[in-house]
Every structure is written in C-alpha cells, then in structure tokens.
C-alpha cells in the first residue's frame, strides 16, 4: 500500500471553491438521510437499519482501498483516532440517528441536526484550547434562531409524530457526529481523506458485525420492503460513503468550525423532502426559517 501523504490544510479558502461545493453535496446527501430513513424503518426497525447501513458500506470501503492502495492508519496514536472516528461517526451517529428519526418525525430530526456544528466548534476549541471568533458565534446565533424557528414550525405544541424521546437520540447522534469529526481532523494532516474514511468504515463493520448476525435473521431480511433496501443502499452509499469523503476534504481544506455550520443547512433540505415526499406542510414560517438559517451560514463563511 503507499504511504500516507498529508493534506494541505487552508484556513482561507474562498467561499467559492472546491471546499464549499464538497459541503454542499454533503449537506444535500446528508439532508436527506431523514426522509429515506423514516420510509426504511416502515419495514426494519431502526437499530437494525443502522447497523446495516454501516456493514453495507463495507464492501464499497474495501473496493476503494484495494483499488486506491490507502494505507491503514494504524501508527501510534493514530490507531486510537481510527478507532475514535469509527466508533463515533459510523456507529454511533448511525445508530443514535436512525432509532431517534424511528421515534419521531422526519422534518424534526432533520431540524434537531442542526446541533452538530454547535457542538463540533465547541469540541475543536475545547481540544485545540481555542475559543471560537466572534463572527462564528454571530454566524451560529442566527443560524441557531432559524432552527428554533424550524422547530416550532415542524413540532409545535400540538404535534403528533414528535416525541422528546427520539428528538434527544438525534440530538445525541449530532453529539457522537461532532465527536467523530475531531477524531478525523487529527487523522488528517497525514493521511487523504478517502484512506481514513474507508478504513474507518472497514473497523466500524467489523464491530457491529456480530451485532448485526445475532439481530437480524433471515425473516427478518424477508419481510424488507423495497423502500428499506433502497434506504440501506443511499445510506451507505451516498450518506457513508461518498459525503463523508466530501465532507472531511472540506474541512480539511477551510476548517472544522467554518465548514460544520454547513450543517445548519441540512433543515431546509430536510424539510424540503418531507414535505415533498412525506407530505409534511411548508408554511411561510418554514421560509422564513430557512432564509435565516442560510444568512447565518454565510456569515460564517464569509472571508
């Protein structure tokens, strides 16, 4: 296998560059993970469909490292990262995620994402003993009143579909996502962005594959409905697969801080298929919502 080679890291990336596109894809795969899970779990319950998710990411992982030569990162304290962001990003998230967006509504998990880049800036500081700029703070403020605003618009006092319950798993979900993209960033400065994903997805399906063997047999895998399977191919996939590559170039490439508040974002695409597939309503409320959310984005991203 060739050895790793370290990824330049730009702070001041232009808005308008590779980092930013990377981004966007991401947050429009990633947005529209609430959707695609809530019409899987119709037919799967929602541990079952995450620990799928990630064991069917594996042979795609493996394909890319065979066929790229990606070296294991496996040195020193790099193998605790590996593990770190294995554990967190392709497990944890997953698991948290799905069961919580089995419990409650789509739309509202998708607006309960909009948590990460809270606490990914927050774990950043904390790690490299750095508190953020005030603009980020600015950005994350206003970005943060668009979610509450998407909040009441999707929940309300008088929801159905909604519970606290799964509103705390996707939120903590968000927590174990913000987790993973600390352990990835440390990986970074010495192997590519597809070397550690790959390899990360490879370890985390090695960990839940016993799990998964004992949970889920073949009636089980019988009793799948078109739409559950087509869930576990965009989840693992699309989701797992190629916008956790975009994701860790952009941050690589412009910072964590900076790229995570992309993740405010993901409402309006999260809503936005909802209501187009699940037929949830788009009010003025929700436009408004998402103006505010995209102005704190790129209060952010400005240079």
Request: aromatic content about 12%; hydrophobic content about 60%.
């Amino acid at each position: 296998m060739s050895e790793p080679k370290p990824v330049p890291v730009t702070a001041n990336t232009p808005f308008l560059s590779f980092a930013t596109a990377a981004a966007v894809f991401t947050i429009l795969v990633w947005g529209g993970t609430p959707m695609i899970t809530k019409l899987g779990v119709v037919s799967i319950d929602g541990l079952s469909l995450a620990l799928m998710r990630t064991l069917a990411s594996a042979p795609f992982a493996l394909a890319l490292i065979i066929f790229m030569g990606l070296a294991m990162p496996w040195r020193g304290a790099d193998k605790w990262y590996l593990l770190g962001l294995s554990t967190f990003g392709l497990i944890g998230f997953p698991v948290f995620f799905t069961v919580g967006v089995e419990m409650t509504t789509a739309g509202h998990a998708a607006v309960v994402q909009a948590s990460t880049p809270v606490f990914a800036g927050l774990l950043e500081s904390a790690v490299n003993r750095r508190w953020p700029p005030r603009r980020w703070w600015i950005g994350v403020s206003v970005a943060f009143v668009g979610a509450v605003l998407l909040i009441a618009e999707a929940v309300g006092f008088d929801s159905t579909g909604a519970t606290w319950q799964g509103d705390l798993l996707v939120m903590a979900g968000a927590l174990s996502g913000a987790v993973s993209f600390v352990f990835g960033a440390k990986l970074a400065p010495r192997f590519s962005t597809p070397a550690m994903t790959m390899w990360s997805v490879l370890v985390a399906s090695a960990i839940v594959l016993p799990w998964l063997v004992f949970r889920v047999d073949g009636p089980t895998l019988a009793a799948m409905e078109l739409n559950a399977w087509i869930a576990v191919l965009y989840l693992s996939l699309g989701a797992s697969i190629l916008a956790f590559i975009a994701w860790f170039y952009a941050m690589n490439r412009a910072g964590i801080a900076r790229i995570t508040t992309w993740h405010f974002a993901t409402p309006v695409v999260g809503i936005g298929l909802s209501a187009a597939v699940l037929g949830e309503p788009l009010t003025p409320l929700l436009i408004v919502a998402t103006v505010v959310i995209l102005l704190g984005v790129g209060l952010v991203q400005r240079r």
